[in-house]
T-cell receptor, first 118, second 115 residues
């Protein structure tokens, strides 16, 4: 079974509009972390945002926010005011295991290609 | 500047040849990781290391080998036993989970092609 599911192979958004990229996850571990990475055409993975399973509030980093719905096991990425430079592949990833003992293995989704139109 | 470097950017392998991909970090991170990415796919873990002189297999370790003789370095060897090595290889590093930020930071990657 897929642990991380990204159901949108591709998304299109107009410049300056907001866009939501979906991510659902599957785990029975009470302690986990959720990450979003951006991969432009150059290939490098750029860390965007992190949400811990015990965090009470949704994470935000500049134009990025994570809509964390624990009961639904979803961790959608919201990009506000899209820019042309946001065009890239976006990956959702999950770390399972208790803090302090885990080596931090990440399981990645298949990714969503975001295209921002001028 | 602190960061993770990978070399070479492109690597060509002949049939039956072993090749080694370099990964160096100066972030003082404890753990290092190697991932493989196939076109249009997510990343899959090959090997990881939490401390010097120790490493563990990930999900797709067959045909690969690693060493961790220094904290800063985690080279990956793609052996001739790896029958389909053409892929994009990414190295990452992080602190231990629980030591503050657990975020994994990635290097720029190495593209391996088989001639």
């Amino acid at each position: 079974a897929q642990k991380i599911t990204q159901t949108q192979p591709g998304m299109f958004v107009q410049e300056k509009e907001a866009v939501t990229l979906d991510c659902t996850y599957d785990t029975s571990d009470p302690s986990y972390g959720l990450f979003w990475y951006k991969q432009p055409s150059s290939g490098e993975m750029i860390f965007l945002i992190y949400q811990g399973s015990y965090d009470q509030q949704n994470a935000t980093e500049g134009r990025y926010s994570l809509n964390f719905q624990k009961a639904r096991k979803s961790a959608n990425l919201v990009i506000s005011a899209s820019q042309l430079g946001d065009s890239a592949m976006y990956f959702c990833a999950m770390r399972e295991g208790a803090g302090g003992t885990s080596y931090g293995k990440l399981t990645f989704g298949q990714g969503t290609i975001l295209t921002v139109h001028p | 500047d602190g960061g993770i470097t990978q070399s070479p950017k492109y690597l060509f392998r002949k049939e039956g040849q072993n090749v080694t991909l370099s990964c160096e970090q100066n972030l003082n991170h404890d753990a290092m990781y190697w991932y493989r990415q196939d076109p249009g796919q997510g990343l899959r873990l090959i090997y990881y290391s939490q401390i010097v002189n120790d490493f563990q297999k990930g999900d797709i370790a067959e045909g690969y080998s690693v060493s961790r003789e220094k904290k800063e370095s985690f080279p990956l060897t793609v052996t001739s036993a790896q029958k389909n090595p053409t892929a994009f290889y990414l190295c990452a590093s992080s602190y231990f989970v629980g030591r503050g930020s657990e975020t994994q930071y990635f290097g720029p990657g190495t593209r391996l092609l088989v001639l």
